[in-house]
């Protein structure tokens, strides 16, 4: 039997029947703990000779266990019962006693140890009170990933890595595998091309939701880049001991399936999105036809060809955000049921992984009956991983029985399109998975399921320190020591303290769920209108959770420390933060600006001509307001439009797609479709498309408000004509992107910032 992965190595016998394949371990270097030692050559070169790392068998405990401690030759060692624990524990000496640490954007700023490192008073140790640490939500892979490149994996598997997380999807470079299988299946090319999104859109057309591009086709040779690519992946997180969930044919085929395959029982999604139908309703094929049965060994065997035996894990949705073609419970318990067994025939140790979004999405289809039918076609339990996905805002698992005793994972989504804003719920992620802990037997993991990765790194980490804390964590000690290791220092001015510790009790612990349960939209970013932008409540809403004062306070407290120790301007982490903060204090003073030009426009008894002055007045206000906000962003790398579209441009396989991928990239942050189907549903706080997107977008509102009546005002005119120019937007590829603080200094932007909007940052 192979060797399966540091989770099976923990012993996970009550919840996996895989635990048993631990003893006879050969192919894989799971044992080892070389990952690690690279992991240290990459990020802390000068230290590769100052740890001693070991992996130690599990002794009493069924759940991994790490210590650090002093050696004699004066060393530190780190010890621990999987490669996961071990690596958290490194995490913790480098994070609590050296005060340097890796981060999203910020990058690593492990180099910054100090040539000898710090000895222990006392050991360090800890115990994971789970088994697994998740993270990766399908569609991150789109908002995010996209257009990574190695460098930015790696970055990523070492973030993951060092906070404990031993479990995660790998979806790169899949359309490899399915484009084999599809034309072992008869299908041609051309029907394969027709059926795959663009490059941006590929989570959604992994479930189904989406089929055809509506930019290019995507091209093969792009998908071999990528497939190449995953291949280094599903090998980094071996290395680092990260079970790679990998995919699973889900039954979607391209919709030639008909002439290709006429005995086959074929099914359609629901037209999904208000997509127009030739890119949507996609075929699906029966899974109690054997032919899935056939497609998905055929799937499964060519994986293991190429990664070897390194899982048993997959991830397959079948009906995310559709409706399965009938309620009746024999035929949900069937499709489930087939579709297990046929995982089953080609991989006797399957585990069926899958986000239960859906029973989020629509309470009114998926009853409780309809669950435990669906869950229920699975018999062995121990089969399935849930992510409940959505679990501090909108948890299923109550409701659901915990699955019906299929083990889950208690999961932190957080923002939805991958919005910048900062917002968290601090009491809900410390208290609600430790509650759930005592509640469900079946709770097997916590894990982050955000569709974007971006802002409020803070609040991800906390979940992950949670899952080795029994007690809901102290969340001031805790934001504290975070600081200190953000900024790689326990020295800085106490200012920058006081600055998280006051978004700590009121930006990021929102306790308000009807208000806002995820992270909010700024009305900047949304298509304009007169009627109340500023108050909506719930999902994609746009009302703050806390009072904007607070911003301001907290914004002077972060800047103030900088003023004190100004090589906090050369810290990356820093950096960020300070352009980030600054963003969401202007950012949430154009909401005064807005509300003052509907008053003006709608101001009873004022004649046209003084309307248009007063309009005119306020429209020059939130022009500058955006082109400062444009500046302020563009200080940043990871705050740039032309930092996202150079990346889509240097993914596409060569100059011949560079327009299509640029317009991929821009599309989906602001159309969202051919024509707007989601449209600003993953907009950006961004340079570049602050200045020649939302502020023209604003601007054209302004003029629209100006040549119009109030009585005579039109949403839909005005939308219609704003589409045009959208689409045209979207379309502008290869544009030079002037970002004015490219080589600025951030230091310098912040303080005219600051000078010329006084009374906003006062
Ligand atoms: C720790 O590792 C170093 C090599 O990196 C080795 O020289 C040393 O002997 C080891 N110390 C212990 C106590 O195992
Ligand atoms: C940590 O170490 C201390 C002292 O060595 C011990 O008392 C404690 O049980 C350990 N805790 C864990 C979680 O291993
Ligand atoms: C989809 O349909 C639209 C019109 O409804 C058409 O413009 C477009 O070319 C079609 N795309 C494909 C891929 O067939
Ligand atoms: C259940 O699946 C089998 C194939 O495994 C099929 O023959 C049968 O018709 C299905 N029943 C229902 C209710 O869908
Ligand atoms: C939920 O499912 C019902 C059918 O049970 C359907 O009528 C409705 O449109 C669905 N709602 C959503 C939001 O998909
Ligand atoms: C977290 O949110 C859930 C869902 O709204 C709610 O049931 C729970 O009480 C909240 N828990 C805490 C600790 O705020
Ligand atoms: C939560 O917010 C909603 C919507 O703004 C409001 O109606 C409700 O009163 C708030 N609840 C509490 C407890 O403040
Ligand atoms: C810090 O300053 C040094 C010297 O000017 C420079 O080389 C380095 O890139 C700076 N680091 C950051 C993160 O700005
Ligand atoms: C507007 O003018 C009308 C008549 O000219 C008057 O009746 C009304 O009170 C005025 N409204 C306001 C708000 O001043
Ligand atoms: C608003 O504009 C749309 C599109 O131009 C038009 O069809 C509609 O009739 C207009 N509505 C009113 C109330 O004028
Ligand atoms: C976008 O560009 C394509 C070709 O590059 C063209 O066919 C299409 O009309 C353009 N659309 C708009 C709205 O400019």
């Given at each position: 039997?192979?060797?399966?992965?540091?989770?099976?190595?923990?012993?996970?016998?009550?919840?996996?029947?895989?635990?048993?394949?631990?003893?006879?371990?050969?192919?894989?270097?799971?044992?080892?703990?070389?990952?690690?030692?690279?992991?240290?050559?990459?990020?802390l070169?000068?230290?590769?000779?100052?740890?001693?790392?070991?992996?130690?068998?599990?002794?009493?405990?069924?759940?991994?266990?790490?210590?650090?401690?002093?050696?004699?030759?004066?060393?530190?060692?780190?010890?621990?019962?999987?490669?996961?624990?071990?690596?958290?524990g490194?995490?913790?000496?480098?994070?609590d006693?050296?005060?340097?640490?890796?981060?999203?954007?910020?990058g690593?700023?492990?180099?910054?140890?100090?040539?000898?490192?710090?000895?222990?008073?006392?050991?360090?140790?800890?115990?994971?009170?789970?088994?697994?640490?998740?993270?990766?939500?399908?569609?991150?892979?789109?908002?995010?990933?996209?257009?990574?490149?190695?460098e930015?994996?790696?970055?990523?598997?070492?973030?993951?890595?060092?906070?404990?997380?031993?479990?995660?999807?790998?979806?790169?470079?899949?359309?490899?595998?399915?484009?084999?299988?599809?034309?072992?299946?008869?299908?041609?090319?051309?029907?394969?091309?027709?059926?795959?999104?663009?490059?941006?859109?590929?989570?959604?057309?992994?479930?189904?939701?989406?089929?055809?591009?509506?930019?290019?086709?995507?091209?093969?040779?792009?998908?071999?880049?990528?497939?190449?690519?995953?291949?280094?992946?599903?090998?980094?997180?071996?290395?680092?001991?990260?079970t790679?969930?990998?995919?699973?044919f889900?039954?979607?085929?391209?919709?030639?399936?008909?002439?290709?395959?006429?005995?086959?029982?074929?099914?359609?999604?629901?037209?999904?999105?208000?997509?127009?139908?030739?890119?949507?309703?996609?075929?699906?094929?029966?899974?109690?036809?054997?032919?899935?049965?056939?497609?998905?060994?055929?799937?499964?065997?060519?994986?293991?060809?190429?990664?070897?035996?390194?899982t048993?894990?997959?991830?397959?949705?079948?009906?995310?955000?559709?409706?399965?073609?009938?309620?009746?419970?024999?035929?949900?318990?069937?499709?489930?049921?087939?579709?297990?067994?046929?995982?089953?025939?080609?991989?006797?140790?399957?585990?069926?992984?899958?986000?239960a979004?859906?029973?989020?999405?629509?309470?009114?289809?998926?009853?409780?009956?309809?669950?435990?039918?669906?869950?229920?076609?699975?018999?062995t339990?121990?089969?399935?991983?849930?992510?409940?996905?959505?679990?501090?805002?909108?948890?299923?698992?109550?409701r659901?029985?915990?699955?019906?005793?299929?083990?889950?994972?208690?999961?932190?989504?957080?923002?939805?399109?991958?919005?910048?804003?900062?917002y968290?719920?601090?009491?809900?992620?410390?208290?609600?998975?430790?509650?759930?802990?005592?509640?469900?037997?079946?709770?097997?993991?916590?894990?982050?399921?955000m569709?974007?990765?971006?802002?409020?790194?803070?609040?991800?980490?906390?979940?992950l320190?949670?899952a080795?804390?029994?007690?809901?964590?102290?969340?001031?000690?805790?934001?504290?020591?975070?600081?200190?290791?953000?900024?790689s220092?326990?020295?800085r001015?106490?200012?920058?303290?006081?600055?998280?510790?006051?978004?700590?009790?009121?930006?990021?612990?929102?306790?308000?769920?009807?208000?806002?349960?995820?992270?909010?939209?700024?009305?900047?970013?949304?298509?304009?209108?007169?009627?109340?932008m500023a108050?909506?409540?719930?999902?994609?809403?746009?009302?703050?959770?806390?009072?904007?004062?607070?911003?301001?306070?907290?914004?002077?407290?972060?800047?103030?420390?900088?003023?004190?120790?100004?090589?906090?301007?050369?810290?990356?982490?820093?950096?960020?933060?300070?352009?980030?903060?600054?963003?969401?204090?202007?950012?949430?003073?154009?909401?005064?600006?807005?509300?003052?030009?509907?008053?003006?426009?709608?101001?009873?008894?004022?004649?046209t001509?003084?309307?248009?002055?007063?309009?005119?007045?306020?429209?020059?206000?939130?022009?500058?307001?955006?082109?400062?906000?444009?500046?302020?962003?563009?200080?940043?790398?990871?705050?740039?439009?032309?930092?996202?579209?150079?990346?889509?441009?240097?993914?596409?396989?060569?100059?011949a797609?560079?327009?299509?991928?640029?317009?991929?990239?821009?599309?989906?942050?602001?159309?969202?479709?051919?024509?707007?189907?989601?449209?600003?549903?993953?907009?950006?706080?961004?340079?570049g498309?602050?200045?020649?997107?939302?502020?023209?977008?604003?601007?054209?509102?302004?003029e629209?408000?100006?040549?119009?009546?109030?009585?005579?005002?039109?949403?839909?005119?005005?939308?219609?004509?704003?589409?045009?120019?959208?689409?045209?937007?979207?379309?502008s590829?290869?544009?030079?992107?002037?970002?004015?603080?490219?080589?600025?200094?951030?230091?310098?932007?912040i303080?005219?910032?600051?000078?010329?909007?006084?009374?906003?940052?006062?």
């Amino acid at each position: 039997m192979k060797l399966l992965d540091t989770i099976a190595f923990v012993g996970l016998m009550a919840i996996s029947t895989v635990a048993t394949a631990t003893s006879e371990s050969t192919a894989f270097t799971t044992h080892s703990t070389a990952g690690i030692k690279a992991l240290v050559r990459r990020r802390l070169p000068q230290h590769q000779h100052s740890f001693n790392f070991s992996l130690s068998a599990n002794t009493d405990s069924e759940l991994e266990s790490y210590s650090v401690t002093n050696t004699d030759d004066g060393n530190i060692r780190v010890q621990g019962t999987s490669l996961s624990s071990i690596l958290y524990g490194l995490h913790s000496y480098l994070s609590d006693v050296v005060h340097v640490d890796i981060w999203w954007y910020a990058g690593s700023q492990l180099g910054d140890a100090p040539s000898i490192l710090p000895k222990l008073s006392s050991p360090l140790n800890g115990s994971s009170i789970v088994p697994y640490r998740y993270d990766f939500n399908t569609v991150t892979t789109s908002y995010t990933a996209a257009f990574w490149t190695w460098e930015d994996w790696e970055l990523q598997l070492d973030w993951m890595a060092l906070r404990g997380i031993n479990l995660a999807p790998a979806w790169i470079g899949i359309e490899k595998i399915l484009i084999e299988v599809f034309q072992e299946a008869g299908f041609a090319d051309d029907d394969i091309q027709a059926f795959f999104t663009g490059p941006a859109f590929l989570a959604w057309n992994h479930f189904g939701n989406l089929q055809g591009s509506w930019s290019s086709i995507l091209p093969f040779e792009w998908v071999d880049g990528q497939f190449a690519l995953q291949k280094r992946i599903v090998k980094r997180m071996v290395d680092l001991g990260i079970t790679p969930i990998l995919p699973a044919f889900p039954g979607f085929v391209p919709r030639a399936a008909p002439r290709v395959l006429p005995d086959a029982q074929l099914l359609h999604s629901i037209q999904w999105a208000n997509f127009p139908e030739n890119y949507t309703e996609d075929t699906f094929i029966d899974p109690v036809d054997p032919l899935f049965a056939q497609m998905q060994r055929s799937f499964i065997t060519k994986q293991q060809q190429a990664y070897g035996d390194v899982t048993n894990f997959y991830t397959l949705d079948q009906f995310n955000e559709m409706i399965p073609p009938s309620g009746d419970v024999a035929y949900l318990r069937n499709v489930s049921s087939n579709t297990w067994k046929a995982l089953k025939s080609a991989d006797a140790n399957a585990i069926w992984v899958f986000q239960a979004w859906l029973f989020a999405q629509n309470t009114t289809f998926w009853t409780n009956e309809r669950i435990e039918a669906y869950l229920g076609g699975i018999t062995t339990d121990s089969d399935m991983l849930i992510l409940d996905i959505w679990s501090e805002s909108m948890p299923q698992w109550q409701r659901a029985q915990s699955y019906y005793g299929k083990p889950w994972i208690w999961c932190e989504l957080q923002n939805y399109g991958a919005t910048i804003n900062m917002y968290g719920q601090i009491q809900n992620v410390t208290q609600s998975p430790i509650l759930a802990l005592e509640e469900s037997a079946s709770l097997s993991g916590f894990g982050l399921s955000m569709e974007g990765q971006q802002d409020n790194e803070i609040v991800y980490d906390l979940l992950l320190a949670q899952a080795w804390n029994r007690e809901p964590i102290d969340t001031e000690t805790y934001f504290h020591n975070w600081a200190a290791a953000r900024y790689s220092s326990d020295q800085r001015p106490a200012s920058i303290y006081n600055a998280w510790e006051t978004v700590r009790t009121t930006v990021y612990d929102n306790t308000n769920l009807t208000l806002m349960p995820s992270v909010p939209k700024s009305i900047i970013e949304l298509v304009p209108r007169t009627s109340n932008m500023a108050d909506i409540t719930g999902i994609l809403g746009t009302k703050l959770p806390y009072d904007p004062a607070i911003m301001v306070t907290a914004w002077q407290q972060l800047y103030r420390a900088g003023l004190q120790d100004t090589s906090l301007f050369n810290n990356s982490a820093y950096q960020y933060d300070i352009v980030d903060w600054t963003r969401q204090v202007l950012a949430n003073a154009f909401i005064p600006i807005y509300k003052t030009i509907v008053d003006v426009y709608y101001m009873p008894n004022q004649t046209t001509e003084s309307r248009v002055t007063r309009l005119k007045t306020q429209g020059q206000l939130l022009t500058k307001l955006l082109l400062s906000l444009d500046g302020v962003l563009s200080s940043n790398k990871n705050f740039r439009l032309s930092t996202w579209l150079s990346a889509a441009r240097s993914s596409a396989p060569s100059s011949a797609y560079a327009d299509s991928f640029e317009y991929e990239a821009r599309n989906q942050v602001t159309l969202w479709g051919p024509s707007g189907q989601l449209v600003d549903y993953a907009s950006k706080a961004w340079s570049g498309l602050m200045k020649t997107y939302h502020l023209k977008r604003w601007q054209m509102f302004v003029e629209y408000l100006i040549l119009t009546e109030p009585a005579q005002y039109n949403q839909t005119e005005f939308q219609a004509q704003l589409l045009v120019w959208e689409l045209s937007w979207v379309n502008s590829t290869g544009a030079h992107l002037e970002e004015p603080g490219e080589k600025a200094d951030v230091q310098e932007i912040i303080a005219r910032t600051v000078e010329q909007w006084g009374q906003i940052f006062a």
